[in-house]
């Protein structure tokens, strides 16, 4: 049985071990990277497949003859056709929770260096101004305790959950948002009330019809004077030109963005403007810490593997 990773520089495997994932099928292809015009062929005569962001749509995988099983090395399946996959009757498996840790960890140190900029702090020192100071420290970037302040969260998953506990470590209080499904729950508020108390936004929902661009115009017009606003999520929660405006008039007291709507971004990107002050830009790796990976590897063998188990005991088709 032979399986192909199209994607596999995302992985920075030659870090991780990998052996059960060799062990998982008799031959494996790796790719580092892969185009739209390449995939087809890749995978044509495989029947695993392993991908994080290659994108499988219903033309691809109707030439995928021998195609068995879609492994994504992710939690999101967006990149996949959901639809013409189930016609074709080819499982998809993701991996969910692997990043439990490393994402409320990344999310927290956004908030941190936003409420006491010591990134700024930081360029200032290597540009010679500490050196240069009259006094024995730097105060041109106000800092903000965050002890007594709040924060919101939208989108209370396991992340959203864990990054509440942190805050709640720091003596933040915590306000959770209503579900955009509607669905009412008592400890969550209105969005309306978590936009006019928090100081602090967290976003750690899905991309859905109902949750693109939440982050517009009228939301940041809508939210407390000199907030701040961290998305660890996805990119196309934010408008993203919106985003820069905000931030621009001093509406908005700071973001910290681990993802955007196209990655990687163009140079052109609204948000890699350098006249924008107090944003924070990290190239999607909340998710990246050694174990992280290593436990999203485990995951995809683990699918691999409970499939190939479940095929084992199916009679065959009469």
Same mark, same amino acid.
């Given at each position: 049985?032979?399986?192909?990773?199209?994607?596999?520089?995302?992985?920075?495997?030659?870090?991780?071990?990998?052996?059960?994932?060799?062990?998982?099928?008799? !031959?494996?292809?790796? !790719?580092?990277?892969?185009?739209? %015009? =390449?995939?087809?062929?890749?995978?044509?005569?495989? =029947?695993?497949?392993?991908?994080?962001?290659?994108?499988?749509?219903?033309?691809?995988? &109707?030439?995928? /003859?021998?195609?068995?099983?879609?492994?994504?090395? &992710? *939690?999101?399946?967006?990149?996949?056709?959901?639809?013409?996959?189930?016609?074709?009757?080819? $499982?998809?498996?993701?991996? /969910? +929770?692997?990043?439990?840790?490393?994402?409320? =960890?990344?999310?927290?140190?956004?908030?941190?260096?936003?409420?006491?900029?010591?990134?700024?702090?930081?360029?200032?020192?290597?540009?010679? /101004?500490?050196? =240069?100071?009259?006094?024995?420290?730097?105060?041109? @970037?106000?800092?903000?305790?965050?002890? +007594?302040?709040?924060?919101?969260?939208?989108?209370?998953?396991?992340?959203?959950?864990?990054?509440?506990?942190?805050?709640?470590?720091?003596?933040?209080?915590?306000?959770? &948002?209503?579900?955009?499904?509607?669905?009412?729950?008592?400890?969550?508020?209105?969005?309306?009330?978590?936009?006019?108390?928090?100081?602090?936004?967290?976003?750690?929902?899905?991309? *859905?019809?109902?949750?693109?661009?939440?982050?517009? #115009?009228?939301?940041?017009?809508?939210?407390?004077?000199?907030?701040?606003?961290?998305?660890?999520?996805?990119?196309?929660?934010?408008?993203?030109?919106?985003?820069?405006?905000?931030?621009?008039?001093?509406?908005? +007291?700071? &973001?910290?963005?681990?993802?955007?709507?196209?990655? $990687?971004?163009? %140079?052109?990107?609204?948000?890699?403007?350098?006249?924008?002050?107090?944003?924070?830009?990290? $190239? @999607?790796?909340?998710?990246?810490?050694?174990?992280? #990976?290593? #436990?999203?590897?485990?995951?995809?063998?683990?699918?691999?593997?409970?499939?190939?188990?479940? *095929?084992? @005991?199916?009679?065959?088709?009469?």
């Amino acid at each position: 049985m032979r399986g192909v990773f199209l994607d596999a520089l995302t992985m920075k495997l030659e870090e991780l071990d990998t052996s059960a994932l060799h062990n998982s099928l008799d !031959h494996w292809d790796f !790719h580092d990277t892969t185009s739209s %015009a =390449q995939t087809a062929e890749r995978i044509a005569d495989a =029947q695993v497949v392993i991908t994080n962001k290659v994108v499988l749509n219903r033309e691809i995988l &109707a030439q995928a /003859q021998q195609l068995k099983l879609i492994c994504v090395c &992710a *939690t999101g399946t967006n990149n996949i056709d959901l639809e013409a996959a189930l016609e074709f009757g080819i $499982p998809v498996r993701n991996v /969910q +929770g692997y990043a439990g840790a490393s994402v409320p =960890q990344h999310t927290l140190a956004l908030i941190l260096a936003l409420a006491s900029r010591w990134h700024l702090y930081h360029q200032e020192v290597m540009a010679g /101004q500490w050196s =240069q100071s009259d006094v024995f420290c730097l105060l041109d @970037h106000p800092v903000v305790e965050l002890s +007594g302040k709040t924060l919101g969260i939208i989108g209370y998953g396991e992340l959203g959950r864990k990054v509440a506990r942190l805050g709640e470590a720091l003596e933040m209080r915590v306000l959770i &948002a209503e579900s955009s499904s509607g669905k009412k729950q008592g400890n969550r508020v209105p969005l309306a009330q978590l936009q006019a108390e928090s100081d602090v936004i967290s976003l750690h929902c899905p991309l *859905t019809e109902q949750t693109k661009k939440l982050i517009d #115009r009228n939301f940041l017009a809508a939210v407390k004077p000199g907030a701040l606003i961290v998305n660890t999520a996805r990119g196309g929660l934010v408008d993203e030109d919106a985003l820069a405006e905000s931030l621009r008039s001093g509406k908005l +007291g700071g &973001a910290a963005l681990d993802v955007l709507s196209e990655e $990687p971004p163009p %140079a052109s990107h609204p948000l890699l403007n350098k006249d924008i002050p107090n944003l924070i830009i990290t $190239p @999607h790796n909340a998710w990246i810490s050694r174990e992280s #990976r290593q #436990r999203l590897l485990d995951g995809v063998v683990e699918n691999i593997r409970s499939w190939k188990q479940e *095929t084992s @005991h199916r009679s065959p088709k009469k």
